[in-house]
């Protein structure tokens, strides 16, 4: 491989930094899942663990090839596809989540004694949904950047990536509506996300209808995941899990299913099962996925029970009673304004 130090590496350069975002990507989904309890220390340990060691390992066997057909990955070798990262990035950061959120146990209060879980709402629904819609701008880089040369085809990933996305939405708003009786705003902005990370595996082997399908499932697969992830009492606070594990899965099967033939302008010789490419594209996208959620789930359990192990898991409840902002770090994140005047 060139050397980084010298003109011939700039490719290297950019392949570098391409990656760093990533490895940044799969360490702060966990974030959410294991919110308002977790050590800051303790954060920190993970994400440094994360970036350095479990997505590059991983990332190696599927993406091997991008830093040179010498590394290719084995499991690329045996034909599997993630364009831009539903389970390379989104199932290992997924992962991770749920064995962070299984190890620290849940927010005070947040289940009853019957069972039932308590709604413990965000500080501001418009930075919210101002954060999904940022997320979703940011999506058009992740996923048509993953070409890596400017052709035209990122258009069309570009229109699969936002139709996607718009079926999750939608078809979280239905679901969340059937179920719940009002159209939750969470649900749907979470659905949005759905969408999205599930379309980043196939967007460019898959027609406009396909991914609209993709994002369809997704949205409903979402918020299933949310009730049902409450009911094993596991508390994720942002729905990272359901977001990124559930549909970083979903969206690299859906490979295996939807990818369409080249002789109808998309793909390659990589054919999903509704095309009739049979079982066996399909099957490498599931050992894919299965490996990865071995890998990730495992390395993750290791890091967040030695860290539970170590005492340095989870703040005191009187910690976590007060706020993170304040005994973490010192600063009130969301104090009043004060407002003085001379009279």
């Not at 990507?25 to 308002?36: D, F, L, W």
């Not at 996923?143 to 035209?152: D, E, F, K, L, V």
């Amino acid at each position: 491989m060139p050397s980084l130090s010298t003109g011939e590496g700039v490719w290297d350069w950019t392949f570098l930094f391409f990656q760093t975002m990533f490895a940044a990507t799969a360490a702060t989904i966990v974030s959410g899942a294991v919110a308002e309890r977790i050590e800051f220390k303790s954060y920190l340990i993970y994400s440094v663990i994360v970036s350095a060691i479990v997505y590059p390992i991983s990332g190696h066997w599927m993406w091997g090839s991008l830093a040179g057909e010498a590394s290719q990955g084995w499991i690329e070798a045996l034909g599997f596809h993630d364009f831009a990262g539903s389970t390379v990035v989104h199932s290992v950061g997924g992962w991770i989540a749920l064995a962070g959120a299984i190890a620290l146990g849940p927010r005070i209060g947040k289940y009853r004694h019957d069972g039932k879980a308590n709604p413990i709402p965000g500080h501001s629904l418009v930075l919210g949904t101002l954060g999904v819609f940022l997320l979703w701008i940011g999506w058009f880089g992740f996923n048509p950047g993953s070409y890596t040369a400017g052709i035209g085809s990122i258009g069309r990933v570009a229109m699969t990536t936002n139709l996607a996305a718009c079926a999750g939405t939608v078809a979280a708003l239905a679901t969340a509506w059937v179920i719940m009786g009002k159209p939750d705003l969470t649900m749907a902005l979470n659905g949005s996300l759905a969408g999205l990370v599930a379309i980043t595996a196939p967007c460019d082997l898959v027609t406009a209808n396909a991914a609209i399908a993709i994002g369809l499932v997704a949205g409903v697969l979402v918020v299933l995941s949310v009730f049902a992830l409450d009911k094993l009492h596991i508390d994720d606070p942002v729905g990272a899990v359901s977001v990124h594990c559930v549909n970083g899965v979903w969206g690299t099967l859906a490979v295996g299913l939807f990818a369409a033939p080249s002789s109808a302008g998309y793909g390659n010789e990589l054919v999903g099962l509704f095309y009739g490419g049979g079982l066996k594209f399909l099957g490498v996208q599931m050992l894919g996925a299965g490996v990865t959620a071995v890998w990730a789930f495992g390395t993750g359990a290791a890091i967040f029970f030695t860290l539970k192990r170590l005492g340095i898991l989870r703040v005191s409840e009187k910690t976590e009673l007060k706020g993170l902002d304040i005994t973490e770090h010192g600063q009130d994140a969301y104090a009043s304004f004060q407002f003085f005047s001379n009279t």
